[in-house]
């Protein structure tokens, strides 16, 4: 009966404070959401407020599951403080706090896409208040690096939005975005492109997205990029990253086709290699080829060398296209023109024969479709400019070959020659050498030459002072006379040479190259062959003159002594007289011999021996002159 009473009496008294003041207030305060990677820890924090006492309040975490139901996970109140078992969060989550602050923590380690619900946290009071409030978690996992395929082989033009690549970007939370891109243009769904998204869930939770394009290319799409661009959540906002641009083999066909000489470029003369080249300005498959209609030229390539080409290979050239998909030709064309020289053609154009004095023109033509240049040369040097050589008054020295040299400017190598040969008719004139008199010790060698210019061929012979041709052996100073002679005329040349018996230097004259060159000896003349090259009407003659030891001059007996002796011995000696006269006229006593020393004894006149000889070169060797004059019956 008393504790009725009392119950009865506390009840009256919460009655009466309710009736004379308010109700006790809970209020709960919560973030809408509470963001995290996967795999780390998060915090959702209850903040509150009531009139109550700490006593008097009861504090109950719940989840919300993907159903829709509650789920208590954490309970407590100011005695205890209870973790639900057999929830997902048994073992992941702690409660901080106390109920006298007005806040408490719940924590979660090692959050997974599992995770991410909506969270209640529930405050009671004893008098009846009560207050809720919700966080939603938000679980974010970046994705891996996207990745692009492309297809490899060429697409045409022609087809309808062939596909043309995949992108794909995988294990990601929340579902990433991929966008195709052109260049900088992003592509979005038309008649012409058509991206198709797929969405993976690996068992994991976490989305792989591959998008595939199909799209109608166009010519222009050969020189475009293309690249997906992906973009996914992360804590507090968005990211994006891209993968590489790559290009498309995009195969379309020649609306034009150009054909044009590959090499040599610039200018082009007659047996240069040339290449010409066709290609059209599409990349489909297709078949060339290059025709030249005057030559009856066709070849199927793009590609055609024509070596050591001449004027005839100059004109049009046409390259046809043949599209192997649709069959439609279209053609181009280059002029090709090859720059000529003629061979040079002298006028007149055989040796020409003049007499001195003459006048003559020449005319050197090379036919060439650029300008040229023309000039004349003798003897290597340039004695002459422009296509007309004019000679006047000539002489021997005019003779010889003239060579035109025809040059294209424009164009280095371009050069061709032509040739003219004048002979010069006359007289022969001896060319008189620096030294007619000479010199020598015996027993020595002497060169003496002889040239003279002339033509026809001078014909040269060697005699001496009385009008005889120089026999193989001379005994004495001699004169000898070098006479060439013609159907124009002759002339000559003395040559006098004496031996010594002190030393003196013996001077040498040495014969120059010439292309008319006659050789005699002493005992007969030749002629060589005239040649061809040069043509100068110069002949030569050279000799070799050996100074030999003079006979030693013998003592004869006088005439007294014999007449002595064939007083005394008138009979016997008469005949032994006889004898002996005999035996000296033949040399064969006193010791006579044919050579002795200059230096010894010297005659009352100086000998001289001249030997002949004669080689392959068809020069004869003098061995001795002396004189002055030309002999009467050579004058």
């Known amino acids: 009966m008393a504790l009725r009473d009392s119950a009865c009496l506390l009840l009256g008294l919460l009655l009466l404070c309710h009736t004379w003041g308010a109700w006790a207030i809970v209020e709960v305060n919560m973030e809408d959401r509470v963001e995290v990677m996967r795999g780390e820890n998060t ?15 009861i504090i109950t975490w719940y989840y919300v599951t993907r159903s829709g139901e509650k789920q208590e996970i954490y309970q407590q109140d100011s005695t205890m403080r209870v973790v639900k078992k057999g929830t997902q969060f048994t073992e992941r989550i702690s409660v901080n706090g106390t109920l006298a602050n007005g806040q408490v923590v719940l924590t979660i380690s090692d959050v997974d896409i599992s995770d991410e619900v909506e969270f209640i946290c529930l405050i009671r ?21 996207p990745t692009i395929d492309v297809v490899q082989k060429g697409i045409s033009v022609s087809e309808d939005t062939p596909k043309i690549g995949v992108c794909e970007v995988k294990n990601g939370y929340p579902k990433p975005n991929i966008t195709w891109y052109r260049n900088t243009t992003p592509l979005r769904s038309s008649d012409r492109v058509k991206p198709q998204p797929s969405i993976t869930t690996e068992s994991t939770g976490l989305f792989s997205i591959k998008n595939e394009l199909s799209m109608t290319l166009t010519k222009e799409d050969k020189d475009a990029t293309f690249y997906c661009e992906v973009t996914y959540f992360v804590p507090g906002g968005m990211r994006m990253t891209e993968t590489n641009a790559v290009n498309l083999t995009v195969l379309y066909p020649s609306t034009s086709v150009s054909l044009w000489v590959e090499s040599p470029k610039g200018m082009i003369k ?20 290059i025709l030249h209609d ?18 005839k290979n100059s004109g049009d050239y046409r390259c046809v296209s043949l599209d192997m998909e649709t069959f439609e030709e279209i053609s181009g064309n280059t002029t090709l023109f090859v720059n000529f020289l003629k061979q040079a053609v002298v006028y007149p154009k055989n040796d020409v024969e003049m007499e001195l004095d003459d006048f003559l ?11 040229t240049q023309t000039v004349w040369l003798k003897d290597g040097e340039q004695i002459s400019t422009g296509h007309i050589l004019s000679l006047t008054n000539v002489t021997f020295d005019s003779a010889g070959t003239y060579i035109c040299v025809v040059t294209v400017l424009e164009i280095e190598g371009m050069e061709t020659t ?12 001896v060319i008189v050498p620096e030294n007619v008199e000479l010199e020598a010790t015996y027993d020595t060698m002497v060169d003496l030459t002889c040239l003279v210019k002339g033509y026809p061929l001078p014909t040269i012979t060697w005699v001496t002072s009385d009008g005889e041709v120089l026999k193989e052996t001379v005994t004495s100073n001699i004169t000898a006379y070098c006479i060439a002679s013609n159907s124009y005329g002759n002339d000559s040349q003395s040559f006098s040479i004496k031996g010594t018996s002190h030393t003196t230097q013996i001077p040498t004259i040495s014969s120059t190259s010439s292309t008319s060159i006659s050789s005699s000896t002493a005992s007969h003349t030749t002629q060589s062959p005239t040649t061809s090259s040069t043509r100068t009407s110069i002949s030569s003659s050279t000799v070799k003159a050996k100074t030999a030891i003079p006979p030693k001059k013998i003592k004869k007996e006088g005439s007294g002594v014999i ?7 008138i009979l016997l000696l008469a005949i032994l007289g006889s004898v002996l006269y005999f035996m000296y006229k033949k040399g064969k006593i006193c010791g006579r011999s044919g050579k002795q020393d200059l230096t010894k004894e010297k005659s009352s006149k100086d000998n001289i021996v001249v030997e002949m000889k004669s080689d392959n070169t068809e020069e004869a060797i003098l061995l001795g002159v002396n004189g002055d ?3 009467p019956n050579e004058q």
């Not at 290699?273 to 060339?288: I, P």
């Not at 032509?418 to 004139?429: D, S």
């Open 270 to 289: 007659e047996g240069d290699t040339v290449e010409l080249r066709c290609q059209g300005d599409g990349n489909s498959a297709v078949s060339f080829t």
């Open 629 to 631: 004059k030309p002999p």
């Open 563 to 569: 007449i002595a002796v064939i007083i005394i011995c």
């Open 418 to 429: 032509g040739e003219l040969v004048v002979l010069v008719l006359g007289a022969p004139e």
């Open 43 to 57: 915090q959702i924090t209850c903040m509150f407020t009531s009139d109550d006492g700490i006593g008097g309040m």
């Open 294 to 311: 005057p030559t009856g030229l066709q070849v199927d390539t793009n590609s055609l060398v024509l070596h050591n080409v001449t004027e």
């Open 125 to 145: 009071s004893l008098t009846y208040g009560t207050a809720e409030g919700r966080t939603k978690l938000r679980v974010f996992e970046m994705p891996d690096l």
């Open 361 to 371: 023109t020449a005319i050197c033509r090379a036919p060439s479709s650029l300008p």
